[in-house]
C-alpha cells in the first residue's frame, strides 16, 4: 500500500517478539516494522532505474566538455540515490530488514548533498566568467565555504540516521540520532538559502557593471545557453530546497508520525523534487553553456591574467556603458 493506514498496521502485533529482525509479515503486524506501510515496488523500481540511466549523459558529458568536478558530483549523488531506493525495494520485500532500512535511510537523506555540491561549483565559475571584481567574496572561498557546509551536513544527516535506525524504538538515543538528522538537514537548507541569497546579490552587481570585457568571456554569457543553464541552476536549487524542508518536517514528526509514514508525499516531495532537479541538471548541463570557458574559470586554472588585462577589462565594460572610447577617455585624463 502507497498511503500508511494506522488502524490496519496495528492488526496482527506480536508483543512476544520485541526484535524487529525475527519478525515477518505472518508473525507481526506493520506497526513493528519501520514503517506503516509496504514501500511500493513499482514507484521505487522506477526511481532506481531513472537516477541509473542519468549516469551515462553525465559520464558522456564530463568526459566531452572535461567538466570533472561536476561530473563527479553528479554521479555520487545519483548513485547513492540509486542505492537508497534499492534499500526501499528490498524493504518491499522484507518491511523488517532493518539493514536495508539503514540503507535507505542514510542514502536518500544524504544523496542530495552531492548535486548542491555540483551547483556550488558552477556558481565559482559563473563569479568568474563575469568578473571576480565583482563579487565581495572570492570565487575559491564561495566554492570551498559551501562544499565544507556540505560536507558538514552530510556528517550530521549520516551519523545521525545511523543512531536513529540502531537505537531501541522510542528511546531516547533514537530521538538524539534523529534530532541529529534534522540540524543536517536544516543545515543543508539555510546553506542552500544563504547560496541563492549570495546569487541574487552577485546578480545585482553584475547589472551593475562593468562585467569582464574580454571577448571569449563576452561571448559565453551573451550565448542564450549559457542563460538557459543559469536559470536551470536556480530552479534546482529550489527544487532541492523544498525538499530538504519537507524532509525537516518528515523527521520532526517523528518515526511514527503521519508524515513519516505516507509515501505518496515521500514519492513527490522527495523522489520527484530530486528527478527533476537531475534532468534539469543534464539537459541544461554546464558543459554546452561554458564550453571551453569551464576550465578557463576555474579558480583552480594557474591561468591568470595579469593587473593590465584586468584593468583594460574593465575599462571596456565602463566604455561601453558610457559610450565612450578608450582615446576619449585617455584625452579627458589628459585635460584634467
Keep these: 500500500m502507497s498511503r500508511a493506514s494506522f488502524p490496519e498496521a496495528y492488526i496482527g502485533c506480536n508483543a512476544t517478539i520485541t526484535d524487529k529482525k525475527l519478525c515477518t509479515l505472518e508473525t507481526c503486524c506493520l506497526a513493528q516494522s519501520s514503517f506503516l506501510y509496504i514501500p511500493d515496488y513499482a514507484g521505487n523500481l522506477f526511481y532506481t ?11 558522456v558529458l564530463g568526459f566531452k566538455y572535461k567538466t570533472w568536478t561536476y561530473m563527479i558530483a553528479v554521479i555520487l549523488g545519483l548513485g547513492v540515490e540509486v542505492a537508497g531506493y534499492v534499500g526501499r525495494l528490498e524493504l518491499n520485500d522484507n518491511p523488517f530488514n532493518n539493514d536495508a532500512f ?6 536518500l537523506t544524504i544523496a542530495p548533498v552531492f548535486l548542491t555540491a555540483a551547483i556550488y561549483v558552477c556558481l565559482s565559475r559563473i563569479i568568474i566568467l563575469y568578473g571576480e571584481h565583482l563579487s565581495p567574496i572570492k570565487a575559491r572561498t564561495v566554492a570551498i565555504s559551501f562544499m565544507c557546509s556540505d560536507f558538514i551536513a552530510l556528517v550530521l544527516q549520516a551519523a545521525g540516521g545511523a543512531i536513529a535506525e540502531t537505537a531501541d524504538d522510542g528511546s531516547d538515543e533514537q530521538q538524539t540520532g534523529t534530532d541529529i538528522m534534522i540540524a543536517g538537514l536544516l543545515l543543508q537548507a539555510i546553506s542552500l538559502c544563504v547560496f541563492a541569497a549570495a546569487w541574487a546579490f552577485f546578480q545585482l552587481r553584475v547589472l551593475k557593471g562593468p562585467t569582464d570585457q574580454r571577448p571569449d568571456r563576452v561571448a559565453t554569457r551573451s550565448r542564450t545557453l549559457f542563460k538557459a543553464f543559469q536559470c536551470g541552476l536556480l530552479l534546482s536549487t529550489v527544487l532541492i530546497i523544498i525538499r530538504s524542508i519537507y524532509r525537516v518536517i518528515e523527521l520532526w514528526g517523528g518515526f511514527s508520525g ?23 541538471m543534464t539537459a541544461l548541463h554546464p558543459g554546452p ?37 578608450f582615446e576619449d577617455e585617455d584625452d579627458e585624463s589628459r585635460r584634467e
Design 49 to 59: 532505474i531513472f537516477f541509473a540511466v542519468f549516469v551515462l549523459p553525465q559520464l
Design 102 to 107: 539503514l540503507v535507505y535511510l542514510i542514502m
Design 258 to 280: 503521519e508524515l513519516w509514514n505516507d509515501e505518496v508525499d515521500f514519492m513527490v516531495l522527495d523522489g520527484a523534487m530530486i528527478s527533476l532537479s537531475v534532468v534539469i
Design 289 to 325: 553553456a561554458f564550453r571551453e570557458q569551464w576550465v578557463e574559470s576555474s579558480w583552480s586554472n594557474k591561468k591568470k591574467p595579469d593587473e593590465n588585462e584586468i584593468e583594460l577589462s574593465q575599462r571596456a565594460g565602463t566604455s561601453v556603458a558610457s559610450g565612450k572610447s
